[in-house]
């Protein structure tokens, strides 16, 4: 984990050496070192590391291959929201895919977002923000009246994310919420559209188009 955390490229063959370590501990330490590493040679081993026995094991490759930022991951991500019944695996996953911001994935994460609880409807909802498509901003809004705070918390993020116009409304009520953290995230998402909203009249007002 240290080697990961100081992104110690010089670490990666050695840490190549353990993705097939008989015990699962080691090998999910060190998907999630490969990940934080930051180095694309651990994709395709992380690939591999999908189909590993352990649900640890998944989560922490799919995690790795979120970080990497790696278009190639979408198949192997795509395939594990398919056929891993693993809610966890299934949550890193999405989260993962919007990372690599693709598309995609919108439906399973809108259906894992309303179907399952807990980190995985977390890792949903964040994945949704990173994805950045506007099609969620609807049901986003719908987390912010959630009665768990860490959903409005990450609804709250990830509509800021999304920076869809829509969401003030909805965000200014969150301003009221009874939870420090879903106020903070509320008036910071607000901050974020609205100077997007001011950057994009001022674009509109220097460059006029002409009749």
């Known amino acids: 984990m240290a080697l990961g955390k100081l992104h110690a490229k010089e670490a990666v063959e050695l840490l190549l050496r353990f993705v097939d370590d008989p015990r699962h501990d080691v090998r999910s330490v060190t998907a999630k070192a490969l990940g934080l590493i930051g180095d694309t040679r651990a994709v395709e081993p992380l690939m591999l590391m999908l189909e590993d026995a352990e649900p640890d094991c998944r989560a922490e490759a799919a995690a790795g291959l979120g970080r990497l930022g790696d278009s190639r991951a979408v198949t192997g991500l795509l395939q594990i929201l398919a056929d891993d019944m693993q809610p966890d695996v299934r949550g890193m996953a999405v989260f993962a895919l919007g990372k690599l911001r693709d598309s995609r994935a919108l439906e399973q994460m809108l259906d894992i977002m309303v179907k399952l609880d807990g980190n995985p409807r977390l890792y949903a909802i964040a994945g949704l923000g990173f994805l950045q498509d506007p099609g969620a901003t609807y049901w986003l809004l719908n987390e912010l009246l959630a009665e768990t705070p860490s959903q409005r918390e990450f609804a709250a993020q990830a509509l800021g994310r999304i920076g869809d116009p829509r969401a003030v409304s909805g965000l200014e009520s969150a301003m009221n ?28 007002a220097a460059s006029p188009i002409d009749a």
């Open 177 to 204: 919420d009874e939870n420090d953290t879903v106020r903070r995230r509320a008036a910071e998402a607000l901050a974020t559209i609205q100077a997007s909203e001011s950057g994009e009249n001022a674009d509109r």
